[in-house]
């Protein structure tokens, strides 16, 4: 039975997701609130990135990004608020592009989850299934299981996280992660191994956290990116669009 809770605030969501991947990179906050991310095991971009909290916060954040990341050999990138236009323009007048959207959406409508395949979903008890399937998911290949793994046996010992895993008979076929804050539910690695796409694998997986925050009174909040395609996807499961983030380059 799912519940109908208010949309959280902003910063509460930015929140939730700079502590969740700050168990994935080094996180460092600014005075003026922004942070850091890096991580020298990824070298994505997603890993290693500013994020400014507030527009008047754009331009603190890109020099810092240009200090602390672009000197590491990477490309300065810094994610900002799409409301903030001004800030906006004058990064891209400085050499800046926009390389995606990042949107920010909240569970509010039920998640039906059909009994068409033979999917069930359990939280993990060890670390090994669930980087497989998110590893095979999101890269198609193992080969940061020694870089991921020591990360999933840190959260699956910490109460604020939860690691989901489905299985399709025997087989893993999907992950998903679930991260605690005040108020909030934070749901992030949501993958279906490549074979099992189609199945309703990611519904099963979101209709169980949705449970899950429910349960615990939280708002359930996601991101997605545009260049993802999963927009659609997830409005027909009942999410509903907080805000949206320019994720912004610029080549070292």
Not at 41 to 65: L, Y
Request: with cysteine; glycine share 8%.
């Amino acid at each position: 039975m799912w519940t109908s809770l208010g949309a959280p605030s902003r910063r509460d969501a930015e929140i939730n997701e700079a502590r969740w991947w700050s168990r994935w990179a080094r996180l460092s906050w600014a005075e003026d609130g922004s942070y850091l991310l890096t991580s020298d095991e990824f070298a994505e971009p997603f890993f290693n990135r500013v994020g400014a909290m507030s527009c008047e916060g754009v331009a603190g954040a890109a020099s810092w990004a240009e200090g602390k990341i672009v000197t590491r050999g990477l490309p300065s990138t810094v994610l900002i608020f799409e409301s903030c236009v001004r800030g906006a323009r004058s990064l891209l007048a400085s050499g800046y592009r926009i390389a995606d959207i990042m949107a920010v959406l909240v569970s509010k409508g039920e998640i039906s989850a059909s009994l068409e395949a033979d999917i069930t979903i359990r939280p993990s008890t060890t670390a090994e299934s669930w980087v497989s399937a998110y590893l095979r998911a999101f890269y198609q290949s193992e080969e940061l299981k020694g870089a991921v793994s020591p990360i999933a046996n840190r959260l699956l010992g910490a109460k604020v996280a939860t690691l989901l895993e489905a299985r399709v008979k025997n087989s893993v076929a999907g992950s998903l992660a679930i991260f605690r804050t005040e108020g909030i539910a934070g749901v992030y690695c949501v993958g279906t191994v490549p074979e099992f796409r189609g199945m309703g694998v990611a519904t099963h997986l979101l209709a169980r956290a949705r449970e899950i925050s429910d349960a615990e009174g939280r708002q359930m909040v996601l991101q997605t990116l545009a260049s993802d395609g999963a927009g659609p996807f997830y409005s027909r499961r009942g999410f509903e669009h907080l805000y949206s983030k320019l994720i912004m380059e610029k080549e070292s």
